[in-house]
């Protein structure tokens, strides 16, 4: 409809390349729940400093 052109010719996707996107997203997943966790560990770990005298 709108002939957009990427150039890329014939896409071949093999099991091999949807494995390793998987993989790699769930490592990424797993590096930002980690990230997460510990951002929270810390906040809540200074409010609990900061209210005591």
Do not use: C, Y
Request: glycine share 6%; no cysteine.
């Amino acid at each position: 409809m709108l002939n957009i052109n990427l150039a890329l010719g014939e896409l071949n996707v093999s099991f091999q390349d949807l494995v390793s996107a998987f993989a790699g997203s769930m490592v990424l997943i797993i590096i930002w729940w980690i990230v997460g966790k510990t951002r929270r560990r810390k906040s809540h770990s200074n409010e609990h400093d900061a209210s005591q005298p």
